[in-house]
């Protein structure tokens, strides 16, 4: 006759959210989607072995050492995820819409790049270019309108002119007119916030299994590996590692990583 446990058993299939906080802050704010979250735990020990019999024998062991540590990853490159993975800061601005006429670049050079710039500031989404140079270097005579494409082309999205290689417009002094959208911008720094703290709180979604809520109350993130600028093959990602700090504000067996499960 089979023994009468009363006993669920609890299989595991699980998704959730990560959110974060600044040590200090009151609320949490919702990372972005993530691939994976993994905790690790690990104990340094020392044995003591006593020699008072015909062999070796462990009669010892003494807990050295606990640590705790985590690590995730993400696709989605968010302004929050790609501050922690510089180690530092996000801005957000806005270019205002606008125009200028007849900017002037002296002496430009074949093959070079010129940002397009009003007034030493460089202008994003830019549209209706057009430029002009004088042809016989006579200043009384109009200006020659450059042909795009041929003698030069633009990048309206990051707001450049290159010049032809060996067309009419090197070593000459050009003016260009070009249009600019209003544009939302995020600006990012770097290494800036090396010792920063966060306080990160996983939120289980399962398909089976108990849900539990986890807190890591301070961690330490760096990026673990690359950030690629450029892999057709799939989608960039950033893999974070975190070292988890004790919390002595924590109650006792707290202080690494609290969990709750919800039992259903």
């Known amino acids: 006759m089979a023994v ?6 609890n299989f595991n299939l699980s998704g959730g959210e990560l959110y974060y ?8 704010s919702y990372f972005g989607a993530t691939n994976e979250f993994k905790i690790n735990f690990k104990s340094t020990k020392v044995e003591h072995k006593s020699s008072e019999t ?9 807990t050295k050492e606990v640590e705790a540590s985590l690590s995730f990853t993400t696709e989605d490159l968010n302004k929050n995820a790609l501050a922690m993975a510089f180690s530092g800061n996000s801005t957000d601005k806005t270019q205002t819409a606008g125009s200028a006429t007849d900017v ?6 074949s093959k070079k790049l010129y940002d397009l710039a009003v007034d030493g500031v460089h202008k994003l989404k830019v549209s ?5 140079y004088d042809d016989d270097n ?23 002119i290159e010049i032809a290689d060996n067309g009419v417009l090197d070593g000459k002094d050009i003016k260009v007119s070009f249009n600019y959208a209003e544009v939302a ?7 800036d916030e090396t010792s920063r703290e966060f306080t990160l709180m996983f939120l289980s979604k399962n398909a089976t299994g108990n849900s539990k809520k986890t807190i890591v109350h301070r961690v330490k993130l760096s990026l673990n590996g690359d950030y690629s600028l450029k892999d057709l093959e799939k989608f960039t990602s950033l893999s ?25």
């Open 138 to 160: 006579d200043a009384d005579t109009d200006d020659v309108e450059a042909v795009l494409d041929v003698d030069y082309s633009v990048n309206e999205e990051f707001g450049t």
């Open 240 to 264: 974070f590692d975190g070292k988890v700090l004790l919390d002595s504000s924590q109650p006792e067996g707290k202080q690494f990583v609290e969990t709750t499960m919800i039992e259903s």
């Open 128 to 132: 209706n270019v057009v430029v002009k």
């Open 21 to 28: 906080k600044l040590n200090g802050e009151a609320n949490f």
């Open 104 to 109: 002037l670049y002296e002496a430009v050079k």
């Open 185 to 191: 911008l995020v600006d990012f720094t770097s290494l």
């Open 54 to 62: 015909a062999t070796l024998v462990t009669d010892m062991e003494v």
């Open 4 to 9: 009468n446990r009363n006993f669920t058993k």
